[in-house]
């Protein structure tokens, strides 16, 4: 029986680090592929939620105010009256005089005013981080899913053993079992 020497022990340790690191990576970048691009349109439908939350309340606010007006101008609120004569009929009262001359009947001077400040848009932040930027194009995010999905089986495949050290000391040839063949080999 073949006692397992230090040498051998830390290749065969090397070799499947390295092959667990390539699965590893592999199965990395293959959530990044499927998850990045969810959770940037995740982002992206939350800004359209926000604007059309603020235009909800735009217009709620807009129609409070064009509500206010109407049941002052149907209450008979003298300030509204005076105010719509002045600006939509050019009518003056007798103990002023105009700073400004009105403008055309019919301007929507009053109307502006009622208008509450227009909303701001939401900006759509930009991709955080290279990976983001592949994932979520098309071709690049197809090249990403191939490297994950070859590093993983690069990862899984076996080793490839050299016939060299399928010789055993006599030169018999013990055939290729894979990485658990040739633990065993050395266990021997």
Not at 107 to 114: C, S
Request: charged fraction near 20%; avoid cysteine.
């Amino acid at each position: 029986m073949h006692q397992l020497s230090s040498h051998s022990i830390s290749a065969l340790f090397a070799e499947e680090t390295t092959r667990w690191l390539f699965f590893l990576s592999g199965v990395a970048l293959l959530v990044a592929a499927f998850l990045l691009p969810a959770a940037s349109d995740l982002r992206t439908v939350e800004v359209i939620r926000d604007q059309s939350l603020l235009n909800e309340t735009h217009h709620n606010e807009r129609n409070a105010r064009y509500e206010a007006f109407l049941g002052a101008l149907e209450r008979g609120d003298p300030q509204t009256i005076e105010l719509l004569a002045q600006s939509q009929l050019g009518v003056i009262p007798s103990d002023r005089d105009a700073l400004i001359i009105p403008g055309l009947p019919g301007d929507t001077m009053v109307f502006e005013l009622l208008e509450p400040d227009p909303v701001a848009l939401i900006a759509r932040a930009a991709p955080a981080s290279l990976l983001e930027k592949l994932t979520t194009s098309a071709r690049p995010r197809l090249m990403v899913i191939a490297i994950g999905f070859g590093s993983v089986l690069f990862g899984i495949l076996p080793a490839a053993i050299r016939r060299s050290d399928r010789l055993d000391e006599a030169g018999n040839d013990h055939g290729s079992a894979g990485t658990a063949g040739s633990v065993l080999r050395l266990m021997d």
